[in-house]
């Protein structure tokens, strides 16, 4: 049954298997924790619930309303003009018509990123520029780094995920606001909160009334993420209104189900319980946060989302801990080896209540470390440590980047390719000269350990620590980094940022190369190895709702 449940992350593209899915595969019917789908667990309060639960045989005999009827009541409530906004039936049905309709030939995307703002502009046949985030800045977007890029490649559409998925990295307003003047010219500019609620270092970060008065802005919010429904799928665009009616234009009269209008009309009775989770979800963040931080090895990036961005210690590939982590403990979690940008070292996990952190915290305890805190037990048969998006890195960065592109990936999966890329023996020596220590101390606790060895990868590290003394094996790896840093400084001299125009096939200045795409950067010398988590600084008047631009309206 477990082989059932964990083949199915196998046969998915770039996204995780439905909580159905899993629930039929599980054998009895109900699915794990959640750790994975980004919604929010305070709303629907339960009474709300019982409430659409006593209305259930009405919503699913009659037709809803019209999408127009439902809007105007969303509009009323968030205080919008219903002409600068169209709704769908989730945030991608507006992705996939504003592709179709407003995509002409090309778009710039930062990665790692929601992967349909990746594939669907290439499915129809554009062309996707992609501006690597770097790990060794925290996954944070530089706006003038990012338009320098789109400048270079001539793009024509540009998208902002703020905060981004899967980082919760976040922007303020006025940078925002300065990047949208700055690319008037382009043909379209979107800005996608989906998340934006959850966001607290902002009182009103929202840039909704700013694209209303702009020709060629598009923000794109959810509904399913903030209020905890994404069975619903319901979302909205707000844009001026001539954008707004060619998107609207082009969905159909009831595109919108009955449960969606039944949320929509019950939510200005419920504005202070929604205030309230979302102040909730803030709070549980940084107490996530904070427990996370703790686990030896683990790297957590500050988030401004509902969801927390981590690197696993070395030695750990995703993929077994996301298995182990499902089958053994009944807990799903979101490994990103299937995200352009990303690599399976890094997990989206999404925050929940303090006694699901807790039961999240020791499975990965036991599956990182064995049955307690210490030396990463590595997962020695595993092979490479590329994940299972690898294909899909060396396809799209081949057709966005030139042909040229596809070599240097081939050459980073290579065996030896590890110590060719640019940077790549820091992430390796650096934590190896840490770790050193480590099996010393457990050899001599893990013999008292008894019958714990046979669990996992702990069985087969066992007899590790007997032959890691030897005098015959020793030698071996110091040899190795000894040659490594004669050759270190010429390496970097053929990777220096080009001076003038990007050639095709090579990255564009503040880019990466294939390799590093795949999420295997070091960090810049220099560079800070923590990383201070986001501060918290207010949430929604809870007498109030908060309306689209942040700011609080009475219900």
Known sequence: MADNVTSLFR???AHSPSMAALAREGGDGTGPVDFCIPCNPYFPTPAMMDTMAARLKDIITYYPSSADTITAELCNLLQLPPQAVAMGNGSTELITWIDHLLVRESLAIPVPTFGRWTDQPMETGKRVDMFPLQESSGFALDLAQYAEFIRTRGTRVAVICNPNNPDGGFLHKHALVQFMDAMADLDLIVIDESFLEFADAEQEPSVVQEAMIRPNVIVLRSLGKNFGLHGIRFGYMVANPSLAGRVRSMLPKWNLNAFAEYVVFMLKEHGA???QSLHQVRRDRLDMASQLSALPGLTVYPSQGNFLFVRLPVGAEGTVVRDRMLTEHRILVRECGNKIGSSSRFLRLVVRPQVDVRRLVSGLEQVLYGTRRGAVVPELAQGT???SGTAAVDRLVGQTNGAGMQDLAAMAVGGGG?????????????????????????????????????????GAGMPMPAQMPAPAQMPAPAPAPMPTPPPAPAAPAPFAPPSGPTPVGVPARGGLTAAQVRGMTAPAPGAPQELSQAPATGWPNAQSWPNAAGMGQTG
Not at 420 to 447: D, F, L, N, T
């Open 11 to 13: 046969s998915t593209a």
């Open 273 to 275: 319980e929604y205030a």
């Open 385 to 387: 440590g590329y994940s």
């Open 418 to 458: 590890m110590s060719a890329g640019v940077g790549m023996p820091m992430p390796v020596a650096q934590p190896m000269a840490v770790a050193a220590p480590a099996p010393m101390a457990p050899a001599a606790s893990m013999g008292s350990m008894g019958s714990m060895g046979s669990m996992g990868s702990m």
